[in-house]
């Protein structure tokens, strides 16, 4: 199983980023799908998840402003995030559950005020 992730950056406050994270070595259809974040000096945190159906859910600090979307024809899941706050600064990884834990290699996201 891999899990590619894409799309972090240099953003402004209130600005908007979208973060892809393709899969392979799995049937995606199947699984819940998550984004987590690690902030500097601080704990990896759940952000948003979707189910195989296509049900969501999110954090409180980012509810709101971040959707989570995924594509099954193309093995990808989405992280839309706007108004873009300096304490959304993280490393951002995909996750997926199967037999064990698959996290993707994490993209950077510098919101900068």
């Known amino acids: 199983v891999q899990l590619q992730a894409s799309g972090g950056g240099l953003v402004q406050v209130g600005g908007s980023l979208r973060l892809s994270c393709a899969a392979s070595g799995i049937i995606f259809s199947r699984y819940y799908m998550d984004w987590y974040r690690q902030a500097p000096g601080k704990q990896r945190e759940s952000v948003a998840y979707?189910?195989?159906?296509?049900?969501?859910n999110y954090a409180d600090s980012v509810r709101g402003r971040f959707t989570i979307s995924r594509d099954n024809a193309k093995n990808t899941v989405y992280l839309q995030m706007n108004s873009l706050k300096p304490e959304d600064t993280a490393v951002y990884y995909c996750?997926?559950?199967?037999?064990?834990?698959?996290w993707g290699q994490g993209t950077l996201v510098t919101v900068s005020s």
């Open positions: 996750h997926v559950q199967t037999s064990r834990d698959y």
């Open positions: 979707i189910s195989s159906g296509g049900s969501t």
